[in-house]
């Protein structure tokens, strides 16, 4: 199982490495960088004016994370009259902005990522299943996957078009929507107003946008499928049929293998400990502190494996470095 964090298409590209001159223009941002003022941003700020009075809180956070600031605001939702419209009108901006940087990072680079690296280098073990796991809203994944025929028009192909892969983004993705109620077209603006008022319908769940600005979806209001980043996540943005499927596969997983992830998500760390069985290897690649989070991550799998019957590394120089020196290749053919 591979598990994709925010850190794996921030440093995505091996001809632009994440060194100071170039982590602006359209690189996937980390959390913590959203709300940047970048020039790339600036017309999702423009047209979900709702946020723009809680924008300063989620800039100048002094040594608090992004995730702290909103969960602070999210709390804050009984007591603010404007609270739940700039929470639904997060989920447009940040949409949009990940869909803008992957349009955009895509064309910079050529189509050339450490993504399909990555899914090159596994082939060449065509017996063993790989679950993909992102927390990720870009299509960086399916990109990847797209030469191989998989298609992300189809829910279904998430978990079942490809036999060696499967993908699950549990937080949500830029094409993905939830249906809230029955409605003719309205405007954004109107939307996120009608939206703050209505929980997304149980029944009808999820939708595939086939374009994202629109503001329904056969004649039900649309909203993002996005999981707005707060610190205390207790829910899954993703239908039930892949979380199932995630779960039917989870014990059969041996081998974890964590790419720019800082292993913070309670609700899927407690899917792990409760389905996992026996675990032969946990890699971690993240720059700068993925001995942090190799640490970190064994103490909460520790009782999924023997200390000496596990294989544990910890890639302290990035995604970008991991792929091109083919370090995978002894985890994958163990």
């Given at each position: 199982?591979v598990?994709?964090?925010?850190?794996?298409?921030?440093d995505?590209a091996?001809?632009?490495?994440?060194?100071?001159?170039?982590?602006?223009?359209?690189?996937?941002?980390l959390?913590d960088?959203?709300?940047?003022?970048?020039?790339?941003?600036?017309?999702?700020?423009?047209?979900?004016?709702?946020i723009?009075?809680?924008?300063?809180?989620?800039?100048?956070?002094?040594?608090r994370?992004?995730?702290?600031?909103?969960?602070?605001?999210?709390?804050n939702?009984?007591?603010?009259?404007?609270?739940?419209?700039?929470?639904?009108?997060?989920?447009?901006?940040?949409r949009?902005?990940?869909?803008?940087?992957?349009?955009?990072?895509?064309?910079?680079?050529?189509?050339?990522?450490?993504?399909?690296?990555?899914?090159d280098?596994?082939?060449?073990?065509?017996?063993?299943?790989?679950?993909f796991?992102?927390?990720?809203?870009?299509?960086?994944?399916?990109?990847?996957?797209?030469?191989?025929?998989?298609?992300?028009?189809?829910?279904?192909?998430y978990?079942?078009?490809?036999?060696?892969?499967a993908?699950?983004?549990?937080h949500?993705?830029?094409?993905w929507a939830r249906?809230?109620?029955?409605?003719?077209?309205?405007?954004?603006?109107?939307?996120?107003d009608?939206?703050?008022?209505?929980?997304?319908?149980?029944k009808?769940?999820f939708?595939?946008?086939?374009?994202?600005?629109?503001?329904?979806?056969?004649?039900?209001?649309?909203?993002?499928?996005?999981?707005?980043?707060?610190?205390?996540?207790?829910?899954?943005?993703?239908?039930?049929?892949?979380?199932n499927?995630?779960?039917?596969?989870?014990?059969?997983?041996?081998?974890?293998?964590a790419?720019?992830?800082?292993?913070?998500?309670a609700h899927?760390?407690?899917?792990?400990?409760?389905?996992?069985?026996h675990l032969r290897a946990i890699?971690?690649?993240?720059?700068?502190?993925a001995?942090?989070?190799?640490?970190?991550?064994?103490?909460q799998?520790?009782?999924k494996f023997?200390?000496?019957?596990?294989?544990?590394?910890?890639?302290?120089h990035?995604?970008?470095?991991f792929?091109?020196?083919?370090?995978?290749?002894?985890?994958?053919?163990?």
């Open positions: 199982m598990v994709f964090g925010a850190g794996a298409s921030f995505s091996p001809s632009r490495k994440p060194i100071a001159s170039t982590i602006r223009g359209y690189r996937p941002p959390a960088n959203l709300f940047d003022g970048r020039e790339e941003f600036r017309t999702a700020l423009n047209t979900y004016w709702q723009q009075p809680i924008v300063p809180y989620l800039r100048e956070r002094g040594t994370s992004l995730e702290e600031i909103l969960q602070e605001l999210y709390e939702t009984e007591n603010h009259p404007q609270r739940s419209r700039q929470m639904m009108a997060l989920r447009f901006y940040i949009d902005v990940i869909d803008e940087c992957s349009m955009g990072w895509l064309k910079d680079v050529d189509g050339v990522t450490n993504q399909k690296t990555l899914v280098q596994i082939l060449e073990w065509p017996s063993e299943r790989t679950l796991v992102t927390f990720n809203y870009d299509e960086l994944i399916e990109d990847a996957l797209l030469g191989l025929g998989f298609r992300n028009q189809c829910f279904e192909d978990i079942t078009r490809l036999s060696q892969f993908l699950y983004k549990l949500g993705s830029i094409r249906l809230v109620k029955p409605s003719a077209p309205i405007s954004q603006s109107e939307l996120i009608e939206a703050t008022n209505h929980n997304p319908h149980e009808t769940g939708r595939i946008y086939d374009n994202p600005a629109a503001t329904t979806i056969d004649d039900w209001l649309a909203i993002p499928a996005i999981t707005v980043p707060v610190y205390k996540k207790s829910s899954f943005e993703c239908p039930v049929d892949h979380l499927n995630l779960v039917y596969y989870l014990p059969r997983v041996d081998k974890i293998l790419i720019g992830w800082r292993a913070k998500e899927f760390m407690s899917l792990l400990t409760q389905y996992l069985h890699w971690v690649v993240s720059k700068d502190d001995n942090t989070i190799l640490r970190d991550l064994t103490g799998l520790s009782s023997m200390p000496h019957d596990v294989s544990t590394q910890a890639f302290e990035g995604f970008t470095s792929v091109t020196a083919k370090a995978g290749r002894a985890l994958f053919g163990m």
